[in-house]
């Protein structure tokens, strides 16, 4: 397989030039799921190789399941910017980047076709056995940088993923219509304690007691991933319980 840059795209191989050696001899550890925000799968794939974007992947999929490499796995490629995940800043250097060809909340949002997904399932199945990536490993985008960005967003199907081995999963607790839950600007030890155990699983937070917005947006990333049924960045019992039961499942206690 040829994957100097400027060399042609062919069989869904497409060199990018964004790509760089992993610092410090790091290996991938992490797999980070991506929605690539554009009008096509094509329009993506241009500009994720052109050195001008500054961004890259390893992978994109487009809607109909097609799997098309961008950088080899052993680079360094530039899709998480700016991102944190249990002490870790440097998630490119960590991490495996697919780029899921989705338009986005900004286009309509639609649903990710089956195909789609059987693609990111068999993608990603390999790349976990060839890594041994844990399953606490498998996040979105909007997990490792809350608030700055929301793909793949909350249509994606992490329970299917869940079922065919891949990352961590647990059944949401049931939202009532009548919870509306704490917003910003409340403070309290139940607030505290959703910090603690959102710092435990991984997320970039400070544990102050107060529902302030870096708070909000790390619990709206929490939501994305494990209660996609509301969104809102607040701090209700279906995602206080949800919450607990996933620190459970991974065997991760927040500190008293
Ligand atoms: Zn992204």
Redesign the pocket.
């Known amino acids: 397989m040829i994957f100097e840059p400027d060399t042609p795209c062919v069989n869904a191989v497409c060199p990018a030039h964004n790509r760089e050696p992993r610092r410090d001899g790091a290996k991938p550890s992490l797999l980070i799921m991506?929605?690539t925000g554009m009008a096509s799968a094509a329009k993506a794939i241009d500009w994720l190789a052109r050195p001008e974007s500054g961004v890259s992947c390893h992978y994109v999929i487009d809607e109909h399941g097609e799997i098309t490499q961008l950088v080899p796995e052993e680079f360094r490629a530039w899709?998480a910017g700016a991102s944190y995940w249990r002490g870790e800043t440097d998630i490119n250097s960590h991490s495996i980047g697919i780029e899921i060809h989705n338009p986005g909340h900004q286009h309509g949002y639609p649903d990710f076709p089956p195909k789609q997904m059987s693609s990111v399932i068999a993608l990603s199945q390999d790349i976990v056995r060839r890594h041994h990536i844990a399953p606490d490993n498998i996040l979105a985008?909007s997990d490792v940088a809350p608030g700055r960005?929301m793909?793949p967003g909350e249509k994606f199907n992490w329970h299917l993923l869940a079922k065919e081995g891949l990352g961590r999963w647990v059944r949401p607790f049931p939202v009532h219509a009548d919870d509306a839950g704490l917003g910003l600007g409340s403070e309290g030890e139940s607030i505290l304690n959703a910090q603690k155990n959102l710092l435990a699983y991984g997320y970039g937070i400070e544990t102050s007691g107060r529902l302030d917005a870096a708070t909000e947006k790390v619990l709206k990333a929490f939501q994305l991933h494990f209660r996609p049924r509301r969104v809102d960045g607040r701090l209700d019992r279906s995602t206080e319980i949800t919450l607990e039961r996933l620190l459970e499942a991974s065997g991760k206690r927040a500190a008293a």
């Open positions: 991506h929605y899709h985008h960005k793909d």
